[in-house]
């Protein structure tokens, strides 16, 4: 079975810090993802990586930066918090090999609030 | 650019009553359409997947479909029961570097008993 694991289940924040939410998989993935979801707007891609020490931007990058320095961890960095980032985070990972059928695994998410 | 929409947001239903859920997406282009599950503060489980050639998925109690020209999803359940309820969520893969999911923003269900 494939898992995804995340830091923290929830997390309270101060305005100003700096915010690291971690992800580890298990499952030699190549691909790892982070998510925001949000009531109404569903799951909005943050940044992926498809390999390691490499990164993409996804749809709603700005505020956040990534870090993929091992194959099985890959962490998201919120450098100075802001209320608007009060969200559920979602990490995810896929196997990333052509030829094979890809779905991606979630972990169970971190619930951050900024105050 | 994908866009992923599920009607209705929210459904209510009697025990036993068999229902369906809808997705419609904008570009036919995907690789595949899957169907998750998440409950109340938890992750996302997935329950079915649907490749681009194909037309439908069952599991159990679930049967999904795929119109790919026409760009929709439905997701059937039969005889639901109280353990059903939970957020559904439809997302596709689109054809594009990452492979990356692009979700709808789900259909609250409540199954009452």
């Known amino acids: 079975d494939v898992k995804v694991t995340q830091s923290s289940r929830y997390l309270v924040k101060r305005t100003g810090e700096k915010v690291f939410l971690e992800c580890v998989q298990d499952?030699?993935?190549?691909?790892m993802f982070w998510y925001r979801q949000d009531p109404g707007l569903g799951l909005r891609l943050i940044y992926f990586?498809?390999?390691?020490?490499?990164?993409e931007k996804g749809d709603i990058p700005e505020g956040y930066s990534v870090s993929r320095e091992k194959k099985e961890r890959f962490s998201l960095i919120l450098e100075s918090a802001s209320t608007n980032q009060t969200s559920m985070y979602l990490c995810?990972?896929?196997?990333?090999?052509?030829?094979?059928?890809?779905?991606?695994?979630f972990g169970p998410g971190t619930r951050l609030l900024v105050l | 650019k994908q866009e992923v929409t599920q009607i209705p947001a929210a459904l209510s239903v009697p025990e036993g009553e068999n229902l369906v859920l809808n997705c419609s997406f904008t570009?036919?282009?995907?690789?595949?359409l899957q169907w998750f599950r998440q409950d109340p503060g938890k992750g996302l489980t997935s329950l079915l997947l649907?490749?681009?050639?194909?037309r439908e998925q069952t599991s159990g109690r679930l049967n999904a479909s795929l119109d790919k020209s026409s760009g929709r999803s439905t997701l059937y359940i039969a005889a639901s029961q109280p353990g059903d309820s939970a957020t559904y969520l439809c997302?596709?893969?689109?054809?594009?570097?990452?492979?990356?999911?692009?979700f709808g923003a789900g259909t609250i269900l409540r199954v009452k008993s």
């Open positions: 995810a990972s896929s196997l990333g090999r052509a030829g094979e059928i890809e779905t991606q695994y």
């Open positions: 499952m030699d993935h190549e691909n």
């Open positions: 990586s498809y390999d390691v020490k490499m990164k």
């Open positions: 570009d036919s282009a995907i690789y595949n």
């Open positions: 649907i490749q681009s050639s194909q």
């Open positions: 997302a596709v893969m689109i054809m594009e570097y990452g492979n990356k999911l692009v």
